[in-house]
Nanobody
Framework: EVQLVESGGGLVQPGGSLRLSCAASGFTFSSSAMSWVRQGPGKGLEWVSTIFTYTGNTYYYSDSVKGRITISTDNAKNTLYLQMNSLKSEDTAVYYC???????????WGQGTQVTVSS
């Protein structure tokens, strides 16, 4: 059974940092495309970033987060990360860990973790 469990969300002040984690199980994590997708209050789903774990960690970012966010993996721990720096109020959203992305079916989603950026 595929499982994706996010953690690390919370309340942070503008300009602050958070690191999200996604523990994956039930599939070959090191041969996958993995993504972060977010949904802000009253907004639709927004793709944030994708990493291809099987190509030496090739990664892509949306323009809205480029330069502030880093996606990475620990293949030994089957864990996906999202390091977020210089957070802005517009980064407030539920962040989902997703298997797939960028041409690959987004077929499994985690339950999401809330990130709130507010003073």
């Amino acid at each position: 059974e595929v499982q994706l469990v996010e953690s690390g969300g919370g309340l942070v002040q503008p300009g602050g940092s958070l690191r999200l984690s996604c523990a994956a199980s039930g599939f070959t994590f090191s041969s996958s495309a993995m993504s972060w997708v977010r949904q802000g209050p009253g907004k639709g789903l927004e793709w944030v970033s994708t990493i291809f774990t099987y190509t030496g960690n090739t990664y892509y970012y949306s323009d809205s987060v480029k330069g502030r966010i880093t996606i990475s993996t620990d293949n030994a721990k089957n864990t996906l990360y999202l390091q977020m720096n210089s957070l802005k109020s517009e980064d407030t959203a539920v962040y989902y860990c997703v298997r797939g992305g960028l041409g690959y079916p987004q077929d499994y989603w985690g339950q999401g973790t809330q990130v709130t950026v507010s003073s």
